[in-house]
């Protein structure tokens, strides 16, 4: 008799497509919104961004715990790939239109990604504030790596939930001291903000950030819930 092939090893020989999409999408939408600045309550101002980031973490968990270690550490370097590519294309995107009449919607274009720019001649090269740009891509990667290597390190030791929250708390305080402090530095290099108003904002992402991964640790035990029903009915 035939045995029937695992849903696990079935699902480790596919390639987690749709994940790396949606990982790219967010990424790109939290850089958007990092341009944006609020104030939900007295003394706490955070960027748009911590809306929407920490979902992040919820997609490289589901990549990790149904794909393995390994392919969520790759869906990390391709969607930060994927990233890259697509402020160069919309850099270059830009160039005519911005050297000449530039319409509404370029307008809009440079303001969300190529907000700087400098110039050759009296041609002007438009690329992403660079502390934004860089301050996003690397606070991503070595976050994400460093969430995905804690949470593949110490899943097997305590409960899934448990690892999946310990790793995005150690991993999205490493992802805003990084991003904010590249974020700010030119700013308080050139005196245009305070070391006081730095700290506040941090202090402010911190708090926001905890508060997300809350949420989201609560959305990834009610995921991996269904994901796990499904896979008993369909072995059932």
């Not at 987690?16 to 609020?38: C, N």
């Not at 968990?61 to 890259?84: H, N, Q, T």
């Not at 697509?86 to 307008?107: D, Q, R, S």
Request: proline share 3%; net charge positive; hydrophobic share 50%.
């Amino acid at each position: 008799m035939l045995k029937r092939p695992s849903l696990k090893k079935a699902e480790e020989k596919k390639k987690p497509t749709f994940a790396i999409g949606l990982l790219t999408i967010l990424l790109i939408a939290s850089y958007i919104f990092t341009i944006k600045t609020y104030e939900p309550v007295p003394n706490i101002m955070i960027t748009g961004g911590i809306l929407m980031y920490p979902f992040t973490f919820l997609i490289v968990a589901y990549i990790s715990k149904y794909y393995g270690f390994k392919e969520s550490r790759k869906s990390i370097f391709l969607s930060s790939l994927l990233f890259v590519l697509f402020i160069g294309i919309v850099m270059v995107g830009v160039l005519p239109t911005a050297n000449n009449e530039t319409t509404g919607y370029n307008t809009v274009i440079q303001y969300l990604f190529t907000n700087d720019f400098f110039t050759i001649g009296e041609f002007r090269i438009y690329h992403p504030l660079l502390g934004q740009f860089f301050g996003t891509i690397i606070a991503f990667i070595v976050s994400h790596l460093l969430y995905a290597t804690v949470y593949n390190a110490i899943s097997n030791l305590t409960v899934d939930y448990l690892a999946m929250g310990l790793s995005m708390f150690i991993g999205s305080i490493v992802d805003r001291i990084l991003f904010m402090t590249m974020l700010f530095a030119k700013n308080l290099m050139d005196g245009v903000n305070t070391f006081d108003f730095f700290l506040k904002c941090l202090t402010s992402e911190f708090i926001g950030a905890i508060v997300t991964a809350l949420i989201i640790v609560i959305l990834y035990i009610i995921l991996t819930g269904i994901l796990e029903a499904r896979k008993k009915r369909q072995l059932a």
